[in-house]
């Protein structure tokens, strides 16, 4: 368990505190490409705490900028995208993407006050249809980090977005958790032919192992395979807050999954879902991937799955399955089917995350063996919370080109080290083929 202290230190993410300031020397994906268009209406984003505006200028860059005017605070949401520049609609002071007054109509056409005045603005860099933003305080902020869902063409993607109503960190917790897809994910049934059913719905012990990297975790998860060999899960904590896990290990060019846990605030949290192939295009039943795939059922919200959307930060991208319906629950599929009764992949994760409270008592726990990921990534966020007072930037955030690595599922001599597993595949080197289940 953490200390009260501890609990406060890792999961508070606003202005000032420890933890808001290491994230801010991370880039933070802040939008997709398609959602501020030239000259097109602002968008209201929630960002560590903070309330923000983005807007694509006329030239095509994206602004990011405090959503309240300097002058007397008039909500910039209501403002024009103008010639270069938001424009406030209240006395019509316009701000640049760098947060420069540009246009000061207000006061008499002789004076300097427009040159002494400033919006907060923060630093944003574009990638493959994703906006990044950089809120440190670095003159110079790192490279993005290489993470190869944002580096691969479009057609060997997939992204989605949703909001969920807690703490960043307990998703996060869940999403790097080894052992819970055995139980909350299971069927009721296992197919013998399956491999995601025989290797990852197996109730049988485990062993847990991880190395500590650059970037952050490489985690292992043993299980018995025959009497020479082991069948190893390894995955990844890419700090400080996405994940890269296993999908489908069919023939040589298997997809893989990730999520990205980004805090809005201390109680809410925007959700990116990732599926990619390092290798080929996507095909679409990858894309439209349900409970039957060896991918993962549920991982992706469909169109259907969102409410209507609203102007307000993550407003287009709330779910139907929420709190207030119990997420769906079907108890008859869960006493036939399931081994837990809200439907989606995702959304069980979601019902017991957010189950939690908004910020879990991490004090009231009992942790155990299958906890080892768990309380190694704390130990991270600790030591990154703390790396300011250090003088030291927090892990991984010096270091984004070894953010390139992929999950794996792999058949290992027992006599052999696990970090070997998979090794080319799991390093992305280049030709490197996916281990075979065979």
């Not at 505190?17 to 994230?23: F, N, Q, R, V």
């Not at 801010?24 to 802040?30: G, H, K, N, V």
Request: glycine letters at 8%; a neutral charge.
């Amino acid at each position: 368990m953490l200390t009260r202290e501890e609990n406060e230190l890792i999961a508070r993410v606003g202005p000032g505190t420890p933890m808001g300031m290491a994230l801010r020397e991370y880039w933070l994906p802040l939008a997709l490409s398609g959602e501020v268009e030239v000259d097109g209406a602002p968008l209201r984003v929630r960002l560590l705490g903070e309330d923000l505006i983005a807007f694509r200028d006329s030239g095509g860059g994206v602004g990011l900028i405090d959503a309240f005017c300097p002058h007397r605070r008039a909500p910039l949401f209501f403002g024009r995208n103008e010639e270069g520049g938001l424009r406030c609609v209240y006395h019509g002071w316009k701000f640049d993407r760098s947060g420069r007054c540009v246009d000061m109509p207000s006061e008499p056409a002789d004076s300097l006050f427009r040159t002494k005045v400033a919006i907060t603005a923060y630093r944003t860099r574009e990638r493959n249809g994703i906006v990044w933003a950089y809120l440190g305080s670095r003159a110079v902020p790192p490279e993005l980090p290489a993470i190869e869902w944002n580096l691969v063409p479009a057609e060997q993607r997939h992204i989605t977005k949703r909001v969920q109503y807690n703490n960043w960190v307990q998703s996060v917790e869940g999403g790097i958790d080894p052992s819970h897809s055995v139980f909350l994910h299971a069927k009721l049934k296992r197919d013998p032919a399956s491999i995601r059913d025989r290797f990852f719905q197996a109730r049988q012990p485990l062993n847990y192992e991880f190395v500590e990297t650059e970037y952050g975790l490489r985690l292992g998860t043993r299980r018995a395979y025959d009497e020479q060999r082991d069948f190893w899960s390894i995955t990844h904590l890419l700090m400080p807050f996405y994940n890269v896990f296993n999908g489908s290990n069919a023939g040589s060019a298997p997809c893989l999954g990730g999520f990205a846990w980004v805090p809005m605030d201390d109680a809410t949290t925007m959700v990116w879902a990732f599926t990619w192939n390092p290798v080929r295009p996507l095909t679409r039943a990858e894309i439209d991937e349900d409970d039957t795939m060896a991918l993962g059922g549920g991982v992706h919200p469909k169109p259907q799955d969102y409410l209507a959307p609203n102007s307000q930060p993550g407003g287009a991208f709330r779910l139907i399955s929420r709190r207030e319906n119990d997420y769906l629950l079907d108890r008859e599929t869960q006493r036939t089917a399931r081994f837990a009764a809200v439907p989606g992949l995702s959304m069980q994760d979601v019902s017991l995350q957010e189950g939690m409270g908004p910020i879990c008592d991490r004090t009231r726990e009992h942790l155990g063996t299958s906890d080892t990921a768990i309380i190694q990534a704390r130990r991270c966020w600790l030591k990154a919370a703390r790396a300011p007072a250090e003088h030291t930037g927090p892990q991984g955030s010096e270091a984004p080109a070894t953010y390139r690595v992929r999950a794996a599922g792999v058949l290992h001599p027992r006599d052999a080290a696990w970090t070997l597993a998979g090794i080319d595949w799991v390093s992305a080197a280049p030709d490197a083929r996916a281990p075979s289940l065979v």
